[in-house]
């Protein structure tokens, strides 16, 4: 058991955005045991302000380039809902498609590339050509589906230019669609690959429980990913339910001096957003198929593991294949429409809430008379896990504390355990940085 | 088919420039026999467009060369070290060198791939970008498309 511990992590690798894991103990004594953001805020907000609602849902799209579909998707359907814009059905079951696009793309991205390699004791993905190669090959495979799956709905996924409030500006061909639909279906043995990589590697997975509220979109028709009410559901079953338009009444944003990120808080001291929490609020309405994966893999409500967050990811890949096969199936059986977009019927304020790959976001306008930003309010899904991941930190260091774990595999549960709830702090930069040799 | 890539972050100052000039490009209508495209941070998607189905690809992107804010290279990866010492790669702080590595190392055929590197004045937080480069951006637009209309033979 170590007495004397100092894990000082500056901008943890494999996370999108800057975090930093401080942990100090002397003399069995703990000092600091901290998640840090040290980003500076962007003020988003401030710059829809004055802006015509068109124009919108292109600026928040560049909050996020892995979840520009989900910001885009909370953009429109805030405005929507400000504007007494309601759109067709057709442009729903579009846009639902589209959103388990960004989820099969997303946690493609972050099991295979950014949590793999922890489990194969790799520092990233590079190395792992070479010793997993055909692991590799069909990570690539499966990201690119995602990713042109998403772009033939929203004409790219980074940065959509097709989604705008009131429909679509183009819409995809029936043929698309039929060979997109195809394309899913041959990736089927891609998916059980994966289920059997992960079910071999499930053994890396720390084994660290620490029950917490959940929070997720839920909705009466479907696992919930595009529409619907706010649920949270605490370790004992008890439930409770929440109008979108109520967000701040269950996000109660709040502030703290190690970071730079809002905190938030509803029933409990923290909740958990995210692939296990949407599975434990809303398992019943996975796919048969993404449930048979889940029973396969052990998993039964309420998982408690945070670092189960990347497994539920693998569930959620299974049940968005066969969603979208399934939406497909029925846009090509009622036909393609072109359809005008949706004008606004009046002017106020509204909010809005999908859930992107990390979980539920928020998005709030006011909008005036002439269609002008008054107003504007983002609550993105990693702000809402800064909370249950330092509370994950408080238990967890004890607990490893009372293991015979070295300094370095005490350093590396941390990092595993921020990387697991697959934290988007921020964009940062992505310049070369290069020296001419000829 | 040739692509003109934009990579940065839109609120990342002149780190944006990659994202501004794809953007530009594809707005104007000026593709032509080429396609250009923004793909953000996620410098990872650079892979798909890496295959031997694609003829050429034009990275645009900021790039630290030790040259005067706004000036503009095009370069081969073989012309150039990375210095980012990144042990391992993430989503967003990627080293788009390194994602063209990647791609080498899969074994598969690749398409020429050259990237239009332009020094910035300015990385941070903030939406826009430095007079540096506001001044020279319609120099980069007009070399890009150059590039990609030459099938990837201008050098400079």
Known sequence: MLRDLNVDIHHLTRVEGHGNIRVNVKDGVVEQCEWQVPEAPRFFESMLRGRHYSEVARITSRICGICSVGHTLASVKATESALGIVVTEQTKKLRTLLKHAENFDSHVLHIYVLVAPDLLGAPSVFPLVATHGEVVARALRLKRLGHEWGSLIAGRTTHPTTVVPGGFTRLPSAKDLAGMRDRLVESVPDLLATLETITALAPMIPAFDRPTEYMALSSAEEYALYDGFVQTVLPDGDRACYAVADYRSCTNEYVVPQSTAKYTRNRSDSYAVGALARFNVNHDQLHPEAKRVAASLGMQPYVTNPYMNSVAQVVEIVHSAYEGLRLIDELLAEGIAEESLVQPAGYGSGASAVEVPRGILFHEYAYDRDGMCTNANCIIPTNQNHANIQADFDVLLPHLLATPASEEQVGRAFEMLVRAYDPCISCSTHHLDVEFVR | ?156
Request: with cysteine; hydrophobic share 40%.
């Open chain 2, 1 to 156: 088919m040739r692509y003109l890539i934009g990579v940065g972050t839109y609120s990342g100052l002149d780190d944006s420039i990659g994202l501004r000039v794809a953007e530009a490009v594809s707005a104007r209508g000026l593709e032509s026999g080429f396609r250009a495209i923004e793909i953000g941070g996620s410098v990872l998607d650079l892979v798909h467009y890496l295959d031997d189905g694609v003829e050429s690809v034009l990275v645009v992107d900021t790039a630290r060369m030790g040259r005067a804010p706004g000036e503009w290279m095009i370069f081969e990866p073989g012309d150039v070290t990375s210095r980012k010492d990144l042990s391992c790669v993430s989503t967003h702080e990627g080293d788009v060198l390194g994602v063209v590595r990647f791609a080498v190392s899969l074994g598969r055929p690749m398409p020429r791939v050259t990237f239009l590197g332009i020094e910035p004045a300015q990385i941070g937080s903030g939406i826009g970008v430095s007079p540096e480069l506001d001044e020279r951006f319609e120099e980069y637009v007009e070399a890009s498309v150059a590039f990609c209309m030459s099938r990837g033979n201008v050098r400079t």
